[in-house]
């Protein structure tokens, strides 16, 4: 699976995650507001996305009724390393180890390995020097994690979660 840039106009950016041919999700972020719109096969949902905090800056999201449910944070800019909370959930993750351009999401002690994600048809946009609270990266990582922990339907959630290790590449 992977994340693919679809439009970005003007007005919106919109991203797919696919698996080969099929659409999973596709998430639209407004230019103008700081809301996403995403569409999945578990419903439509709405998000709101800020940053906050100067010495210590995270990127919240929140539902459509204004309620935080995750936050992702960096633990030095550019370092491709940080911290995401979904509900009450810590998780670890680190991007584009050895110059992958794939993001792994660990477990809060860092023993295993829960999420494998390639970000590279949309790399060129993320820029490691940077914080990536930045760019788009905090928003699709928190909206992947929360696809991903979500309950699908039965026959999908056997799949998905067969063994330890969920992989998205």
């Known amino acids: 699976m992977q994340w693919v840039n679809t439009n970005s106009n003007s007005s919106q950016e919109s991203f797919e995650l696919r698996d080969d041919e099929k659409v999973l999700a596709g998430i639209s972020f407004s230019k103008q507001t700081r809301f996403a719109r995403i569409v999945s096969d578990i419903g439509r949902r ?3 996305f800020e940053k906050k905090g100067i010495l210590h ?3 919240l999201i929140r539902n459509e009724y204004g309620i935080k449910i995750g936050t992702v944070e960096e633990l030095k800019a550019g370092s491709g390393k940080g911290v995401v909370e ?4 810590k998780y670890n993750y680190v991007f584009d180890e050895h110059n992958s351009g794939e993001l792994k999401l660990y477990d809060e002690a860092m023993q295993q390995n829960l ?3 390639s970000f590279n048809a949309i790399s060129q946009g993320i ?3 940077k914080s990536f609270l930045d760019s788009k990266f ?3 990582l928190l909206v992947l994690c929360w696809y991903a922990f979500q309950p699908h339907n039965p026959s999908q959630v056997s799949s998905i979660l067969k063994d330890s290790d969920i992989i998205f590449s």
Do not use: I, R, V
Not at 86 to 89: E, I, M, P, S, T
């Open 86 to 89: 979904l509900d009450g959930k």
């Open 127 to 129: 820029n490691k020097t």
């Open 138 to 140: 905090a928003s699709l």
């Open 115 to 117: 999420l494998t994600c």
């Open 57 to 59: 800056p995270k990127k």
């Open 46 to 48: 709405m998000f709101s």
